[in-house]
């Protein structure tokens, strides 16, 4: 059974019947949490949008971009992040029961990054929300932070995608399916009609190590573990003298996740990340990101070999407002989380920067552009 104990400040809303870009509705709730205050013009909202296994706890696991004189400051900001559609953490998923109160389990349908965005505008609408000064999500954040530039652009005033792409490549894609198919040798996972009980923990747990070896790059475990040898670092057993210390590293994420979530939940997730394309339906990637005019913040990690560089500046390259700048982290693509404190500045100052330049377009236009704008 997963075991998650939602933070006392998360809360609840009700949406109401969500139409899938794929077909069919879907009644769902969003779990979520809120930090600082809504402003009387309702214009200083910012949007945290979290990666594949993420929940609402923002502050928790982007601790150095939250706080006062921060990027994302509570005096000045009204944050809200909530637990995407489809996950464990609280928000409507696989785990959760449908509208006959019956495990929805495999037979949850299919969603997109779209679907996942409508939810959080949807949300943000409930929250009297009128205007978004940023989106902000690295890794599959990012992915759902292009989609809000796209789905919401009256309201949102600029974004910073994190270590993300226009569409999932290939590299990804196979990736994912190594997983995948880890999840389906489970002889537990039963097509994903396993008991909650009794859920397909090693298959999971084996997905979970091919995600966290892909998520670094070969410099940070060299220089982490090397060949170390007879040293724990955080798994179940103590390591006998003649095994690794990265072996014990990745078998502790392992055992640490089946423990949190949900094999179905992170079928539902990375198959909505394989979707992701900003270009279908809008004349290929080149023709969507030309239509994304707010200020854009596009951040790659330098040795990110899940979504490389080259595929930020190419989002750059298409984007027509749009700041590149590459965090130098030797931890692949976990920095944006690892290497947080240094993207927090990159942030603060896009930020400042378009606040300054905001002021000047309203006092420049002579009341032409309205805050209803």
Known sequence: MINFAPSADTRYWRGGALALELGGTLSYTLAY?????????????????????????????WAPLFGPGKALDVNRDFIVCSNVLGGCYGSTGPTSVDDQNEYWGARFPKLTIRDQVRAQMALADALGIRRISLVIGGSMGG???LEWALLDANRVQSIAVVAASAQHSAWCIAWSEA????????????????????????GLGAARAIAVASYRSAVSLEGRYGREIGVAHGGSEENSVDDFAVRDWIRHHAENFVQRFDANCYL????????????????GVAKALARIEQPVLVVAISSDGLYPP????????????????KIVSGHGHDGFLIDAARLGRKVARFRSANMVASRTRLTNTSGAETLDS
């Not at 539902?268 to 004349?283: F, K, N, P």
Request: hydrophobic share 35%; glycine share 8%.
């Open 143 to 145: 992915l759902q932070t």
């Open 179 to 202: 997983q995948r198919m880890s999840l389906h040798a489970d002889p537990k996972f039963c097509g994903g009609n396993y008991s909650p009980a009794d859920p397909p923990s090693a």
């Open 33 to 61: 949490r809120t930090w600082g205050q809504l402003s009387s013009e309702r214009d200083n909202a910012v949007i945290v949008c979290h990666a594949l296994t993420g929940s609402a706890d923002f502050d928790a696991w």
């Open 310 to 325: 080259v595929e930020q500046r190419s989002l750059f390259q298409y984007l027509p407002n749009a700041q590149f700048v």
């Open 268 to 283: 539902t997730l990375i198959d909505a990340m394989d979707r992701h394309d900003v270009g279908r339906g809008r004349g």
